[in-house]
């Protein structure tokens, strides 16, 4: 089983605005095990980045002016990706702007759920964690995964904290670094069944104690015909 904890950082809030992706990266997660083996870009977007998104992430578009465009890492990225998992925390952010710098590159490229499936893992843990903070600094803090780097936010620490982060709210710390093959996230439909499914002790009453029973019954039934 092959997963990708993916993560972005944009020049703003709104494709539909023009705003662009400037960094993507992937860790690769294979059988619960992070092999270590990573996608990282940054993009040259041309054109400016919003003043709020770049307080939150401190990518400049100088630093921007080298960098390939999209089209350039494209390929590379859809053979990256393709027929994994892609796990991304708030995926309809993110998925949004792959979808559109796809369809700004190409009109006949498919939508990103064409190449491989999305799991959205703030879906998961506001399942897990009802009425609680779901972001990521909010994610490391309860599962005790060290994210003191993260003074400002990027692509490639983010998707390596969120693969922290995921391994261990679907099925523990143990099972990080480990060769562990079970998945022990179900959904709670799945473990209803096979909690049905599982067969049960019958233990059957000795004779002696039919007897007995019996033996009980008729009294009960004598004194009820005399109260």
């Known amino acids: 089983m092959r997963q990708i904890a993916l993560d972005?950082?944009?020049t703003g809030l709104e494709p539909a605005l023009g705003h662009r992706i400037i960094e993507i990266a992937g860790i690769e997660i294979i059988n619960r095990r992070i092999t270590g083996k990573h996608f990282h870009c940054y993009l040259n977007p041309d054109r400016d980045i919003d003043a709020g998104a770049q307080n939150v992430h401190g990518i400049t578009a100088e630093f921007l002016k080298d960098k390939p465009a999209f089209g350039q890492t494209a390929e590379a990225f859809l053979a990256y990706i393709k027929n994994s998992e892609l796990i991304i925390h708030n995926a309809n952010f993110d998925v949004g702007f792959l979808n559109h710098e796809l369809a700004l590159l190409n009109?006949?490229?498919?939508?990103i759920t064409a190449y491989c499936k999305i799991i959205d893992t703030l879906s998961i843990a506001r399942l897990r964690h009802p009425g609680q903070k779901n972001n990521l600094d909010a994610l490391c803090k309860r599962y005790n995964i060290d994210?003191?780097?993260?003074?400002?936010?990027?692509?490639?620490?983010?998707?390596?904290?969120?693969?922290?982060?995921?391994?261990?709210?679907?099925?523990?710390?143990?099972?990080?670094f480990g060769d562990e093959t079970q998945d022990f996230y179900q959904p709670q439909e799945k473990k209803i069944k096979n909690h049905?499914?599982?067969?049960?002790?019958?233990?059957?009453?000795?004779?002696?104690?039919?007897?007995?029973?019996?033996?009980?019954?008729?009294e009960v039934e004598e004194i009820a015909r005399h109260s």
């Open 147 to 176: 994210n003191s780097r993260r003074d400002l936010h990027g692509a490639l620490l983010d998707a390596q904290l969120l693969a922290q982060v995921y391994l261990a709210m679907t099925g523990g710390q143990g099972s990080l």
């Open 8 to 10: 972005t950082e944009t």
């Open 196 to 218: 049905r499914r599982a067969s049960l002790r019958v233990i059957k009453a000795t004779a002696e104690e039919e007897k007995l029973h019996l033996q009980r019954m008729l």
């Open 107 to 111: 009109p006949q490229y498919d939508k």
